[in-house]
Protein backbone atom coordinates (compact mmCIF):
# COMPACT_ATOMS: atom_id res chain seq x y z
CA UNK A 1 0.00 0.00 0.00
CA UNK A 2 1.42 3.55 -0.95
CA UNK A 3 -0.25 6.68 -0.50
CA UNK A 4 0.13 9.25 -3.84
CA UNK A 5 -0.67 13.05 -2.89
CA UNK A 6 -2.06 15.81 -5.77
CA UNK A 7 -1.33 18.99 -4.10
CA UNK A 8 -4.21 21.15 -4.10
CA UNK A 9 -3.11 24.98 -4.35
CA UNK A 10 -6.32 26.30 -5.92
CA UNK A 11 -5.43 26.22 -8.94
CA UNK A 12 -5.59 23.45 -11.86
CA UNK A 13 -7.96 20.22 -13.09
CA UNK A 14 -7.14 18.27 -9.91
CA UNK A 15 -10.36 15.90 -10.53
CA UNK A 16 -9.18 14.45 -14.10
CA UNK A 17 -5.63 13.99 -12.31
CA UNK A 18 -7.39 12.14 -9.05
CA UNK A 19 -9.47 9.97 -11.37
CA UNK A 20 -6.67 9.13 -13.96
CA UNK A 21 -4.74 7.87 -11.27
CA UNK A 22 -6.96 6.18 -9.45
CA UNK A 23 -7.73 4.16 -12.23
CA UNK A 24 -3.87 2.86 -12.55
CA UNK A 25 -2.97 2.95 -8.87
CA UNK A 26 -3.68 -0.67 -7.42
CA UNK A 27 -6.29 -1.82 -5.34
CA UNK A 28 -4.03 -1.20 -1.85
CA UNK A 29 -2.94 2.26 -2.73
CA UNK A 30 -4.82 5.73 -1.77
CA UNK A 31 -5.19 8.98 -3.85
CA UNK A 32 -5.58 11.75 -1.98
CA UNK A 33 -5.77 15.67 -3.32
CA UNK A 34 -5.01 17.79 -0.14
CA UNK A 35 -3.35 21.48 0.38
CA UNK A 36 -2.11 20.46 3.49
CA UNK A 37 2.28 20.22 3.97
CA UNK A 38 2.14 17.39 6.51
CA UNK A 39 -0.05 15.43 4.63
CA UNK A 40 2.36 15.61 1.64
CA UNK A 41 4.58 15.10 3.33
CA UNK A 42 3.71 11.49 4.77
CA UNK A 43 3.04 10.37 1.22
CA UNK A 44 5.30 8.45 -0.65
CA UNK A 45 4.34 10.16 -4.25
CA UNK A 46 3.60 13.43 -5.31
CA UNK A 47 1.79 15.15 -8.06
CA UNK A 48 2.67 18.50 -9.04
CA UNK A 49 -0.40 19.69 -11.34
CA UNK A 50 -1.24 22.94 -12.49
CA UNK A 51 -2.59 25.41 -15.16
CA UNK A 52 -3.12 29.29 -15.51
CA UNK A 53 -0.90 32.02 -15.10
CA UNK A 54 2.62 31.54 -13.79
CA UNK A 55 1.95 34.89 -11.50
CA UNK A 56 -1.44 33.22 -10.31
CA UNK A 57 0.39 29.96 -9.42
CA UNK A 58 3.45 31.35 -7.49
CA UNK A 59 0.96 33.25 -5.49
CA UNK A 60 -1.45 30.35 -4.88
CA UNK A 61 1.12 28.37 -3.54
CA UNK A 62 2.59 30.85 -1.09
CA UNK A 63 -1.34 31.56 -0.05
CA UNK A 64 -1.33 27.87 1.03
CA UNK A 65 2.29 28.08 2.79
CA UNK A 66 2.95 25.07 -0.09
CA UNK A 67 6.33 26.54 -1.80
CA UNK A 68 8.75 24.71 0.45
CA UNK A 69 6.90 21.64 0.71
CA UNK A 70 6.69 21.34 -3.10
CA UNK A 71 10.65 21.82 -2.99
CA UNK A 72 10.93 19.05 -0.55
CA UNK A 73 8.86 16.98 -2.34
CA UNK A 74 11.04 17.35 -5.33
CA UNK A 75 14.33 16.57 -3.25
CA UNK A 76 12.84 13.47 -1.90
CA UNK A 77 10.18 11.91 -3.47
CA UNK A 78 9.33 10.34 -6.74
CA UNK A 79 7.61 13.73 -8.21
CA UNK A 80 5.55 14.32 -10.78
CA UNK A 81 4.96 17.90 -12.30
CA UNK A 82 2.43 18.29 -14.45
CA UNK A 83 1.66 21.71 -17.43
CA UNK A 84 1.86 24.38 -14.65
CA UNK A 85 3.53 21.98 -12.74
CA UNK A 86 6.36 22.03 -14.72
CA UNK A 87 7.19 25.67 -15.64
CA UNK A 88 7.11 26.70 -12.64
CA UNK A 89 10.32 24.32 -11.26
CA UNK A 90 12.16 26.99 -13.22
CA UNK A 91 13.74 29.88 -12.11
CA UNK A 92 11.41 32.74 -13.82
CA UNK A 93 8.84 33.26 -16.89
CA UNK A 94 7.75 35.93 -19.20
CA UNK A 95 4.35 35.45 -18.07
CA UNK A 96 2.99 38.39 -16.48
CA UNK A 97 5.73 40.72 -17.33
CA UNK A 98 7.80 38.61 -15.56
CA UNK A 99 7.70 36.22 -12.84
CA UNK A 100 9.95 34.77 -10.65
CA UNK A 101 9.32 31.19 -9.84
CA UNK A 102 10.65 27.95 -7.85
CA UNK A 103 13.91 28.17 -9.54
CA UNK A 104 14.75 24.76 -8.77
CA UNK A 105 15.96 23.83 -11.74
CA UNK A 106 17.53 26.73 -14.18
CA UNK A 107 15.91 27.71 -17.15
CA UNK A 108 13.29 30.24 -18.33
CA UNK A 109 9.24 30.40 -19.24
CA UNK A 110 9.31 31.56 -23.07
CA UNK A 111 6.08 33.37 -24.63
CA UNK A 112 5.25 30.98 -27.80
CA UNK A 113 3.91 34.63 -29.69
CA UNK A 114 7.83 36.03 -29.26
CA UNK A 115 9.29 32.96 -30.88
CA UNK A 116 7.08 31.44 -33.98
CA UNK A 117 4.83 33.15 -36.06
CA UNK A 118 0.96 33.76 -35.51
CA UNK A 119 -2.05 34.58 -36.74
CA UNK A 120 -3.77 33.21 -40.04
CA UNK A 121 -2.09 31.58 -42.61
CA UNK A 122 -0.59 27.47 -42.99
CA UNK A 123 2.61 28.58 -42.16
CA UNK A 124 1.36 30.50 -39.19
CA UNK A 125 0.95 29.31 -35.38
CA UNK A 126 -1.83 29.74 -33.08
CA UNK A 127 -1.13 30.81 -29.25
CA UNK A 128 -1.98 28.52 -27.40
CA UNK A 129 -0.77 25.23 -28.13
CA UNK A 130 -3.67 23.22 -28.14
CA UNK A 131 -4.75 19.48 -29.15
CA UNK A 132 -2.43 16.71 -29.47
CA UNK A 133 0.94 16.80 -30.54
CA UNK A 134 4.36 14.04 -31.13
CA UNK A 135 6.61 13.81 -28.09
CA UNK A 136 10.17 12.70 -28.83
CA UNK A 137 11.72 10.97 -26.00
CA UNK A 138 15.28 12.41 -25.56
CA UNK A 139 16.30 9.96 -22.87
CA UNK A 140 15.43 6.70 -21.49
CA UNK A 141 13.35 7.12 -18.47
CA UNK A 142 11.30 4.30 -16.87
CA UNK A 143 8.73 6.75 -17.05
CA UNK A 144 8.75 5.96 -21.07
CA UNK A 145 8.36 2.41 -20.40
CA UNK A 146 5.94 0.62 -23.20
CA UNK A 147 5.18 4.45 -24.60
CA UNK A 148 6.39 4.18 -28.51
CA UNK A 149 8.93 6.83 -29.42
CA UNK A 150 6.85 9.75 -31.18
CA UNK A 151 3.55 9.04 -29.23
CA UNK A 152 1.37 11.63 -29.43
CA UNK A 153 -0.28 13.48 -25.70
CA UNK A 154 -2.09 16.48 -25.12
CA UNK A 155 -1.37 19.87 -24.96
CA UNK A 156 -2.81 22.92 -23.78
CA UNK A 157 -0.49 26.12 -23.32
CA UNK A 158 1.17 29.41 -24.12
CA UNK A 159 4.34 29.22 -22.88
CA UNK A 160 7.60 26.60 -23.12
CA UNK A 161 10.28 25.87 -20.97
CA UNK A 162 14.11 26.39 -22.22
CA UNK A 163 16.35 24.62 -19.72
CA UNK A 164 19.95 25.80 -18.86
CA UNK A 165 21.20 22.55 -18.30
CA UNK A 166 20.38 20.73 -22.15
CA UNK A 167 20.88 17.25 -19.90
CA UNK A 168 17.52 17.87 -18.42
CA UNK A 169 15.82 17.51 -21.35
CA UNK A 170 13.55 14.11 -21.36
CA UNK A 171 11.36 15.16 -24.21
CA UNK A 172 10.70 17.49 -27.28
CA UNK A 173 7.88 18.56 -29.28
CA UNK A 174 7.28 20.34 -32.63
CA UNK A 175 5.73 23.66 -32.89
CA UNK A 176 6.99 26.11 -34.75
CA UNK A 177 10.10 25.72 -33.21
CA UNK A 178 11.40 22.25 -30.92
CA UNK A 179 10.59 22.75 -27.08
CA UNK A 180 10.89 20.75 -23.97
CA UNK A 181 7.84 19.06 -23.47
CA UNK A 182 9.48 16.39 -20.15
CA UNK A 183 12.31 17.34 -18.07
CA UNK A 184 13.73 14.28 -15.55
CA UNK A 185 16.66 13.83 -13.13
CA UNK A 186 17.00 11.95 -10.06
CA UNK A 187 13.38 12.02 -8.68
CA UNK A 188 11.61 14.34 -11.02
CA UNK A 189 9.89 13.84 -14.42
CA UNK A 190 7.75 16.54 -15.66
CA UNK A 191 5.69 17.12 -18.20
CA UNK A 192 4.14 19.94 -20.15
CA UNK A 193 0.92 18.02 -21.53
CA UNK A 194 -1.42 16.69 -19.67
CA UNK A 195 -1.20 12.75 -19.37
CA UNK A 196 -4.44 12.77 -17.51
CA UNK A 197 -5.94 13.80 -20.66
CA UNK A 198 -3.66 12.00 -23.32
CA UNK A 199 -5.53 8.57 -23.63
CA UNK A 200 -3.24 5.27 -23.56
CA UNK A 201 -0.04 6.90 -23.73
CA UNK A 202 -1.01 9.68 -20.72
CA UNK A 203 -2.53 6.48 -18.44
CA UNK A 204 0.74 3.89 -18.94
CA UNK A 205 2.91 6.97 -17.95
CA UNK A 206 0.64 7.87 -14.66
CA UNK A 207 1.00 3.82 -14.43
CA UNK A 208 4.81 4.29 -14.73
CA UNK A 209 4.94 6.51 -12.12
CA UNK A 210 2.79 4.84 -9.39
CA UNK A 211 5.53 2.22 -9.82
CA UNK A 212 8.32 4.19 -10.08
CA UNK A 213 11.29 3.78 -7.56
CA UNK A 214 12.31 7.43 -8.48
CA UNK A 215 15.46 6.22 -9.25
CA UNK A 216 16.35 3.77 -12.37
CA UNK A 217 13.30 1.36 -12.30
CA UNK A 218 9.64 0.03 -12.06
CA UNK A 219 8.95 -2.07 -9.48
Known amino acids: MQKIAIIDYGIGNLYSVSK ?3 QVAGPQDRVITTSRP ?6 DRVVFPGQGA ?8 RTHGLEETVMEAARNKPF ?10 MTKSEENQGTGCLA ?9 GN ?7 EDRYKVPHMGWNAVRQDQAHPLWAGIDQGSYFYFVHSYFVHCTDPALVAGTTEYGLPFTS ?16 SAASGLRLLQ ?5 DGESRIH
Open 20 to 22: ALE
Open 38 to 43: EAIASC
Open 54 to 61: AKDCMQAL
Open 80 to 89: LGICMGMQVL
Open 104 to 112: FYEGDVKYF
Open 115 to 121: HVSVGAG
Open 182 to 197: AIAKDNVFALQCHPEK
Open 208 to 212: NFVHW
